[in-house]
């Protein structure tokens, strides 16, 4: 799951999965509060039949919820804390790192400038979430 | 006196006299019993013969009845005057005749009794048989006064046993008087020894040593005790004298202080007086006594009231008894009282009141039971203030006025100074969320020129032409570029905002660390000549200062790539304020009229083409140094090498 609001930055990044032929699964939200619909099953998503993902790609500067307020609900809910969640951001300053770690972020990539380093860096991440990783168990989420 | 508080010489002789005199008499005694013995025997042998030889010659008498005869040669007896009865009786035992004459018959013995002398009290007396071949014709009584010549006997023994004691006892003394030195001398010599060193404090005095004996060591033992306690006494005396110095120069010190605290107090600027509990005035500044028109000598120890009274000219003046409910207050709270101006005349040297107007406050001066050991009187002479302000005089309102308005100008004056504040606050803040908006905002559109740059070439690539290509190439790298850039002025901007934590800092081993992450970062590629120099332990903030290392070898291993082997020296100059630490390379180099615009912000003096950088490194250097109290400055000839220099105080007194 990708949630972001930038229009650019959301073809940017299906490209990079696209190379990588990993783009097919992927739900994007807008912003904060669509992704939370979307992990509650509520709004346009109540009643959406397919279960959690395997990693949410969260972005922090974001309309409505911002990016940490959509970590901090999902840490502290246990229905969704075991959910693994990527800080993918443009925001390199230390107040940001420290308080998505703090928050529980299980992860802090920083949207490199140079394309080719972009596109390194999310297959990377989507190799290794969705491929490498082991998802928690869907008992421990539903 | 009792024998034991005799003196010891008076001991030792009456001993000896005690024992010659003792042992004489024993002697005497004894003696006098053997002589007693002798006596006794030896008159009794006597008596005996004498009773043979007259019961010899009464034999004819006694045989031939012939009294006469027989009295005749009792009477012979005469010659012993001692013999005080003697009779002679015949074979019937009827008294015959009787010695002497005139006694009478009555007072001899009626009938002779056994044969034998014996003693009878002081009478020796006794019978003889009168025999003539076996024939026993009578019997001889004989009586014997042994009391007289006992009594002679005994006088005499007794004469010669005073005789005997008077000269033994006179050898005795004189012998023991020279004998007695012997053992008492020593003693007395150490006695005196002893006296004369109490009295006279002389512990260097030591006892004469007479004899080896018991008095001997003794003295030895004496001497030494003397040693040990003239020893000690000499520690002890220099032990006095240094402590009586360090307290005279502690009590001097204490005086000097006290006088400076003395004369601290009399000239401080204030009106001020102090106060013992009970109000007599303890002392005053001077700036007190000038406005009270006295002087120290006439109150001090004085009570408050009888020095400053009450103008006696004015009955309504409430001065004094206000002051004294006031100072009455401080007591009873222990806390500081404000008194409303008073109206307070002051007694002039010539005994005359002037008009005084007073504002008067009262501490007290709490001692360590937290109870009131001083009052502080503080007075400010409010009198020309008072007198010139006739609108304010004896008008309060006008005054409260003039307070109100004055509480109103500061409240406006701290408004003014919490708005300035806020803006700093503000300011601050607005600079905060701009460098956040330029990490993210500005980089957004740049990521995304770059990675739809990177898509064309991909996806349309090959229908575009050679030049088209490497227009997209220019465009990519334009925005890594300025990505660069924007990175670099965050990290700038971060320097200057971010908190110093100072620590102590080893600049040598800053500068080994850095020099080996670039030589590792080189990979070998490089030869690098490295001589770092002895540097200081300074005070500061370790991050930055690496980062100001890292600036500085970086650039000089960077601007020496054209030489074949890279010189790179970091060393020091030990300044009296100030370490100058130093990074000196071969490289390319600078002309020196640029040297004021290496420390800007994205000030350049190669192309990007020769050496690559966005020029923010030194800036950042400066900025480091600056807030660390110090500054930079830089060195070269062009072609021929560069010299950077910065400089750190001692003493930091660090700008944050």
Known sequence: MLVEDNLNDIDLTLAALEEHHLANEIVVARDGAEALDYLYSRGKFAGRADGPPAVILLDIKMPKVSGLEVLRQMKSDPLLSTLPVVMLTSSREEPDLAASYALGANAYVVKPVDFQQFVDAVRQIGVFWAVVNEPPPRTAIQ | ?656
């Open chain 2, 1 to 656: 006196m009792p024998l034991r508080d005799l003196p010891i010489r008076r001991k030792l002789m009456l001993i000896l006299l005690l024992t010659s005199a003792v042992v004489m008499l024993l002697m005497r005694a004894s003696f006098f019993t053997y002589e007693y013995l002798t006596f006794r025997r030896e008159t009794m042998r006597q008596l005996s013969t004498l009773g043979e030889v007259i019961a010899a010659n009464s034999t004819a008498a006694l045989a031939f009845d012939n009294q006469d005869d027989a009295r005749e040669i009792l009477t012979a007896l005469k010659a012993n005057r001692h013999l005080v009865a003697a009779a002679l009786y015949d074979g019937s035992g009827r008294l015959f005749a009787g010695y002497p004459a005139s006694r009478p018959s009555a007072a001899f013995p009626a009938t002779p009794g056994g044969d034998g002398f014996h003693f009878e009290q002081s009478y020796l007396s006794g019978f003889q048989p009168v025999t003539q071949r076996e024939h026993r014709l009578g019997t001889l009584y004989l009586q014997l006064d042994t009391g007289v010549v006992m009594r002679e006997w005994l006088w005499g023994s007794v004469q010669i046993a005073l005789v005997l004691m008077a000269v033994i006892v006179g050898v005795a003394y004189l012998l023991s008087r020279s004998l007695q030195k012997q053992v008492s001398q020593p003693i007395l010599a150490l006695a005196e020894t002893a006296r004369a060193i109490s009295e006279r404090k002389n512990y260097s005095v030591r006892a004469t040593k007479l004899g080896a004996d018991e008095v001997g060591r003794l003295t030895d033992a004496f001497n030494q005790m003397l040693g040990e306690i003239q020893v000690l006494n000499r520690d002890l005396e220099r032990r006095v004298l240094e402590r009586t110095a360090e307290l005279e120069a502690a009590n001097g010190e204490l005086n000097r202080s006290r006088a400076v605290f003395e004369s601290i107090f009399e000239n401080l600027p204030g009106l001020f007086l102090v106060l013992k509990p009970d109000l007599t005035i303890v002392t005053a500044s001077d700036a007190y006594l000038k406005a009270t028109m006295t002087t120290r000598e006439k109150v001090a120890g004085q009570k408050l009231f009888d020095i400053f009274p009450d103008n006696p000219a004015e009955p309504d003046a409430t001065g004094s008894s206000n002051l004294r409910s006031s100072l009455g207050r401080v007591l009873e709270t222990r806390a500081t009282d404000n008194m409303a101006i008073q109206k307070y005349d002051i007694r002039g040297p010539d005994g005359v009141f002037e008009e005084r107007y007073w504002s008067l406050v009262n501490s007290p001066l709490l001692g360590v039971d937290r109870q009131v050991e001083y009052l502080i009187h503080r007075v400010e002479d409010v009198t020309d203030f008072v007198r010139h302000k006739p609108s304010a005089d004896g008008d309060p309102d006008a005054m409260r006025i003039k307070l109100e308005q004055m509480e109103a100008e500061i409240f406006q004056s701290s408004q003014k100074v919490q708005a300035s504040n806020q803006q700093l606050r503000s300011a601050n803040a607005e600079l905060e969320s701009f460098s956040y908006s330029v990490s993210h905002d500005l980089r957004a559109p740049l990521r995304h020129i770059d990675g739809f740059a990177g898509l064309l070439g991909k996806s349309d690539g090959k229908q575009l032409s050679e030049k088209g290509r490497g227009y997209l190439v220019h465009i990519s790298d334009s925005a890594k570029q300025m990505g660069t850039l924007i990175d670099d002025l965050l990290v700038f901007s971060r320097m200057g905002r971010s908190e110093m934590n100072l620590g102590p800092v080893d600049m040598r081993q800053l500068a080994d660390e850095t020099a080996q992450t670039i030589q590792r970062q080189e990979a070998g590629e490089r030869k690098i000549k490295w001589k770092l120099g002895a540097l200081p332990v300074v005070q500061g903030d370790r991050p930055m200062l690496r980062q100001v290392f890292v600036n500085l070898i970086a650039n000089a291993v960077k601007y020496s790539r054209p030489r074949e082997e890279a010189e790179i020296e970091v060393g020091l100059f030990d300044e009296k304020h100030e370490w100058v630490v130093f990074v000196r390379d071969n490289g390319v180099g600078f002309e020196m009229q640029y040297a004021q615009k290496l420390f800007g912000v994205f000030q350049r003096l190669h192309r990007a083409e020769e050496f690559e950088g966005t020029g923010i490194g030194l800036a950042n250097v400066r900025r480091i140094v600056t807030r660390h109290g110090g500054r930079t400055w830089a060195e070269s000839v062009l072609g021929s090498g560069a010299t950077f220099y910065f400089s750190l105080p001692k003493n930091p007194g660090v700008k944050t």
